[in-house]
């Protein structure tokens, strides 16, 4: 069976490092994974007034989810975090939640990739993803890690992944994270 993996970019910037990342674990996925990038920059701010009756948006957002077997985020550090985009996909998508742990994200598998052009890999924002999707109820691979640093030596101009260490950690991680996703939804 082909497993869905949903991949989140956790920028919207045009040139983002993070979303050339989710391209090209895209590309050395394997041939069992129906590989999908979701859109999140259409989101707006989430109000807790609007989310009731759900918008049009967050219904269709769901509704692409509900196949999915896991999540693969790639995500940047802002300020030592994981950014508002995302976090605001990741809230207005886990309502309703009651009791806690039962919203759209539960039982959906993580993967987290940290990048920056910076040194440390964004640590910091992989860890407090971490911390925002347990809660969610979200299992989450936990070994290996990801943290690409000084990602602009990484692409080529057109946005290619071109480091050879950074490929093969990439079919590391696709291997182990994989094994995860079958042994959850086994
Ligand atoms: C508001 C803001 C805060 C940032 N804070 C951090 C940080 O804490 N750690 C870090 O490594 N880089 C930080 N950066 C630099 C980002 O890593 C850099 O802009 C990166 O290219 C953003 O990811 P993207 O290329 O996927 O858009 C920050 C950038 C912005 C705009």
Redesign the pocket.
Known sequence: MKKIILGI?????K???????LKAFGELAPDDVDFRIADISRFPVFNQDDEMPEPDFLVKFKEMLKPVHGVLF????????F?AALKNVLDWVSRPQVPAGTGSWAGKVAGIAG????????V??VMHLRQVIMFLNMPVLQQPEFYLTF??NKFDRDGKLVDENTKEHIRKFWKEYLALVDKINS
Not at 9 to 13: E, N
Request: glycine share 6%; proline share 9%; hydrophobic share 25%.
């Open positions: 970019s956790g920028s919207l910037r040139e983002s490092y993070s979303t050339k990342l790639v995500t940047p550090e802002h300020n030592r975090s950014p990048i920056t052009p910076y040194t440390l890999g964004a910091s924002a990602a602009e």
